[in-house]
């Protein structure tokens, strides 16, 4: 058992080294710049045979959606561990990626509903399986964070995680419906040759690297209040 507490306690602490080091903060911040240029400057304006500057916004929104995933993931396994060894590190993770996944998911949303108007004259369209059940994830994770916000400090945040592990179901479920169900729209872009999207692989993954250093940053942010926040809950009870 101590054995196990070293371990975490070296996984934690290795997890506040990389959100806070200077490869983060820089690497967002030159990736970004990097993004800007290849997006405006070089990116291909023409996306499914139509020519409009707001394909561009392809470059963003795939990204976002992906690292709503990955945000996801992480409050899924931060409620897990939680859930099993305690430990307010976990807790805060998990909260952490809950916001930060529903944020991302909110202007994944948005942004699709922009590039759709124009790509397929729609802003939402109800028969597109990928967009409905995407917007249930989003729907969910906004309870999971009311659920959060409406616990107070101890036990009572075990509800908050158990809600974090089963939400979690309906994440893969989302990413794959364009697999397991007919799309409308959203046709499969990962191991499909045909698709016909025409987006730049090189700017594509540097704008993927570039949200995700800011992802890892923003992490790092929140988790710092949330350990502000236990600070000044504790320094009042000690007053008290």
């Known amino acids: 058992m101590r054995a196990l507490s070293r371990r975490l306690g070296s996984l934690i602490a290795l997890l506040h080294r990389v959100m806070w080091s200077r490869v983060v903060r820089w690497g ?7 993004s800007l240029t290849l997006v405006f400057g070089f ?32 409050t899924f396994v931060g409620s897990v561990l939680y859930l099993k060894y305690e430990g307010r590190f976990w807790n805060r993770l998990a909260h952490s990626g ?46 999971y964070l009311v659920v959060y916000a409406s616990t107070e400090r101890g036990s009572d945040e075990r509800f908050a995680a158990v809600y974090g592990t089963v ?12 697999r397991l169900w007919t799309p409308t729209f959203h046709e499969p872009t990962i191991a499909n040759s045909g ?13 993927l690297i570039a949200l995700g250093l800011l992802y890892v940053y923003l992490m790092a942010v929140r988790i710092r209040l949330h350990e502000l926040e236990d600070r000044v809950v504790f320094q009042k009870g000690e007053v008290a």
Not at 111 to 127: A, D, F, L
Not at 167 to 178: E, K, L, M, N, S
Not at 197 to 204: E, K, V
């Open 28 to 34: 967002a911040f030159v990736s970004g710049l990097v």
């Open 43 to 74: 990116a291909s304006r023409t996306m499914y045979g139509i020519e409009h500057g707001i394909n561009l916004i392809a470059y963003w929104h795939i990204p976002l959606a992906f690292l709503t995933a990955f945000a996801l993931s992480t």
């Open 98 to 143: 809950g916001e930060l996944g529903f944020l991302f998911a909110t202007l994944t949303l948005i942004t699709g509903s922009m590039w759709g108007r124009i790509v397929w004259n729609s802003w939402w369209e109800w028969s597109d399986v990928r967009l409905v059940t995407f917007l249930m994830v989003w729907f969910i994770y906004a309870g």
């Open 167 to 178: 939400a979690f179901v309906t994440v893969p479920i989302t990413y794959t419906a364009g």
């Open 195 to 207: 698709v016909s999207a025409n987006i730049d692989p090189l700017t594509l993954v540097v704008s």
